[in-house]
């Protein structure tokens, strides 16, 4: 199990690095300047954290935050924001990149016919290589970059699953962790290539910044595992306090709804309400699309507001038996708690006061 355990580590950590690293070969391509091989020295930090996580963790995860994911951003990101800003002065015809993959097509046949009256199968697999990565170096920019983000997103959630988890969170949590990250990637994915796509904002340099920044500032929940794991509260003076009780209690839920208004769908209306009502940029996607971050966060608060009024009440309830002291961590552990307290109350009632027998009617002889 250990032997696994390494291996999935060391496995995972290995993808981040060459994807890293296809992203960095686009930049030194698109750019034509060998000066932006540097970014790939951001694999260090990963290599580094590899060595630290095999020592002190024997490569399990940590708690409520994934630093190998956290690394795979500072090591991505950066080329995708490259990408893009070049991808906003430069636009791909179809026929061109057609002339220039079947001239490719061309060069693959020569070599493979070349190859046959070679000395060995070396020089072939090096010839193949060669046309291979030429041919991939006359696929359209636009179309590499998408594939860039959307692999991105895949790699963060697969990433996710194969990466060893910690002692702290159990596989049913890490089952609904990736579910929730499959539905965040689709939303993040849609957000980029729907708003960057626009023409009129490919033309203001400013904005591509902003949409860039959102969608930065989106990424950041893939490191973090609150979603789906409560804090746990000790029976200490400062969790007999209102704002400890409600996140001891609801940590989750707080945490669900926090990403959704302030990283995601809150941020992601504000781009769109500003794309539309500032820009007068109208389609029949950024209407719907806005429409949806608004029903959302409605949602949202609406959701906020039933929880707090279910505190309320459970606070109540617990004040007037004098046992705020400590809020278990599980929503549902509190009703249990409280049907059990009234089941046995009942009980001593029924012991100490038991019912009145009905008296017998006297009979008609007496």
């Not at 020089?123 to 193949?128: A, E, K, L």
């Not at 400013?206 to 920044?213: D, G, K, P, T, Y």
């Not at 949806?292 to 409605?298: A, E, G, W």
Request: overall charge negative.
């Amino acid at each position: 199990m250990e032997l696994m355990v390494l291996l999935n580590a060391l496995v995972t950590r290995l993808l981040f690095v060459l994807h890293s690293l296809i992203g960095v070969w686009r930049v030194t391509a698109v750019k034509k300047e060998p000066k932006y091989w540097l970014l790939a020295l951001l694999n260090l930090l990963l290599c580094l954290e590899t060595g630290l996580t095999l020592k002190f963790k024997q490569g399990r995860g940590y708690k409520w935050f994934s630093p190998a994911i956290f690394l795979y951003l500072i090591c991505t990101v950066p080329s995708l924001w490259l990408l893009e800003i070049h991808h906003g002065t430069q636009y791909c015809g179809n026929d061109p990149g057609a002339v220039q993959v079947n001239v490719s097509n061309q060069d693959f046949n020569q070599s493979r016919d070349s190859s046959h009256g070679s000395e060995g199968t070396d020089h072939h697999i090096i010839q193949t290589a060669k046309v291979f990565v030429n041919q991939l170096s006359t696929i359209c920019e636009t179309v590499w970059t998408l594939a860039l983000h959307q692999t991105f997103l895949l790699l963060l959630v697969v990433g996710r699953w194969l990466l060893p988890i910690g002692v702290e969170i159990t596989r049913d949590q890490l089952s609904q962790l990736l579910l929730m990250f499959v539905g965040t990637a689709a939303d993040i994915l849609e957000f980029a290539s729907e708003t960057l796509d626009i023409e009129d904002v490919r033309k203001n340099y400013a904005l591509i910044n902003a949409i860039l920044a959102v969608w930065t500032w989106s990424m950041l929940q893939f490191p973090l595992d609150l979603a789906v794991q409560h804090i746990g509260c000790k029976p200490t003076a400062s969790t007999r306090r209102i704002p400890s009780l409600l996140l001891c209690r609801y940590s989750a839920e707080l945490w669900n709804i926090g990403v959704s208004l302030f990283i995601q769908d809150g941020p992601f209306f504000i781009v769109r309400s500003i794309l539309m009502g500032h820009f007068r940029i109208f389609n029949q996607m950024l209407v719907f699309f806005t429409a949806k971050n608004i029903l959302v966060v409605t949602l949202q608060l609406y959701r906020l507001a039933v929880i707090m009024l279910d505190f309320r009440a459970t606070i109540l309830q617990k004040s007037r038996k004098g046992e705020v002291s400590c809020c278990p961590c599980e929503p549902y552990e509190a009703s249990t708690h409280a049907t059990a307290d009234q089941d046995t109350e009942m009980k001593e009632e029924f012991v100490a006061f038991p019912p009145k027998e009905e008296s017998q009617a006297p009979s008609e002889d007496q």
